[in-house]
């Protein structure tokens, strides 16, 4: 809903953020681009590599007019500093530390009114195909940068896009153009698909809450373009907990405090975990909180026009038998304070034909962080 942002007028982070990296990196052409390392990129509309864009805006950083939402004493000192706090100073000066991390892999490519940020590794013409992964909220594809690399390495070409709204991909402004329904995720993915010409049917890989459900929901309605599906742990039966943060996401004006919180991601991450984040980890799942307010009310317009357990009813009805016929991992960190075991042992019960489960010792609730070695150990056998 409009009403969760702020003015337009005010809402200028964005919009002259995009129009600066455009703007530097010449007119945007389309059809046969030329991508870092060489190769050749036919029929997508790629604005720029990861370091390309970021070397290009270095020298005019785009005016953040929400600056009095982390540059203020009570955010800084929410903030994980070095040891030597005052080699960092404020926050803009931490954004500068922390402004190239963590966008390994990573291009910028348009696909119809949005730019995606997305992860790629492998070739085109790998021998064993291609796997698409798909990350959960608050959360972001860089949690798949080692699995997708080990993927990469035994001869699978990966994709790992940040949806819509998260990670390093475009945030529109509600009402103009993209409101954060589940139907236009799953209409702007099929447009990705299209732009990165992903060839059907792939092996699909998806993890967590919200936007990670709509991955499974958009699996429900594209059976055929699929040969493999690979779930991590997600809500996937009516009894799945909603975690506390989307519950205070859905209480008025509060949930507008509570998204803009800049070390959410991290905090919900290590919540749902047995281990705490290495800083340069959580340097890079706080960045897109910390440089705007655009994630954190993305995050806000998606989580309340879902229903979370609607949703996870409709996974479980969808993958039961007699209504889904093709191959499932459940790979699940058994140590996920979010979401139960119980939960995938329901889920596998009611496709035991197609399910297949994987418990992931000392995993918590995103393996492919926890122990990506684990979670390439389990694909590998499975894809």
């Known amino acids: ?18 129009l600066s990296n455009s703007t530097a990196v010449g007119a945007i052409t389309t059809g046969v681009c030329w991508r870092s390392g060489g190769r050749r990129s036919r029929g997508r509309t790629v604005i720029a590599n990861a370091t390309e ?27 994980q500093l070095p040891e030597s706090p005052a080699e960092d100073g404020n926050v803009g000066q931490m954004l500068y530390r922390i402004e190239d991390k963590g966008k390994e892999y ?11 940020f997305v992860r790629e590794t492998g070739s085109p013409d790998s ?68 732009v990165l010409e992903v060839k059907s049917p792939f092996l699909l890989v998806v993890q967590g809450f919200l936007v990670g459900s709509f991955g499974l929901t958009w699996a429900l309605k594209n059976p055929s373009r699929i040969s493999k599906l690979a ?14 943060l989307f519950q205070k996401l859905r209480i008025p004006l509060y949930g507008e405090f509570t998204c803009q919180n800049a070390v959410m991601a991290e905090r919900f991450i290590e919540a749902g ?22 994630p954190g009310f993305a995050l806000l317009e998606a989580a309340r026009k879902a229903n979370f357990k609607d949703i996870a009813s409709q996974v479980a009805a969808g993958f039961a038998s007699g209504r889904w016929d093709k191959p499932i991992l459940v790979a699940w960190g058994i140590s996920d304070k979010y979401l139960p075991q119980s939960v995938a042992e329901e889920f596998q019960k009611g496709n035991p034909d197609y399910i297949k489960l994987k418990l992931i010792e000392g995993a918590g609730h995103m393996p492919q ?10 694909l590998r056998a499975f894809f």
């Not at 809903?1 to 953020?17: E, G, R």
């Not at 864009?53 to 903030?79: C, H, L, M, W, Y």
Request: aromatic letters at 14%; charged letters at 20%.
């Open 127 to 194: 021998r064993r195909g291609t796997i698409i992964f798909l990350h959960g909220a608050p959360t972001q594809s860089y949690s798949y940068r080692v699995v997708m690399s080990q993927m990469s390495d035994v001869g699978f070409h990966c994709f790992a896009p940040d949806w819509i709204g998260f990670g390093f991909s475009e945030k529109p402004y509600s009402g103009y153009g993209f409101d954060y329904t589940e139907k236009e995720f799953h209409d702007e993915f099929d447009k990705l698909l299209d």
């Open 106 to 116: 990573g291009s910028y490519i348009r696909s119809g009114e949005f730019v995606w």
């Open 273 to 294: 975990s047995a281990y705490v984040l290495k800083l340069e980890k959580a340097d890079v799942y706080r960045l897109p909180y910390l440089s705007s307010s655009g």
């Open 53 to 79: 864009k970021e070397e290009q805006g270095k020298d005019s950083p785009a005016f953040n007019p929400f600056g009095f939402v982390t540059d203020n004493p009570s955010s800084r000192s929410a903030i």
């Open 1 to 18: 809903m409009a009403s969760s942002f702020p003015s337009p007028l005010l809402n200028l982070q964005l919009s002259s953020s995009s």
């Open 369 to 378: 962080e926890d122990w990506p070695e684990k979670v390439v150990d389990a």
């Open 231 to 244: 779930i991590l742990n997600s809500p996937l039966t009516a009894s799945s907990p909603v975690p506390g």
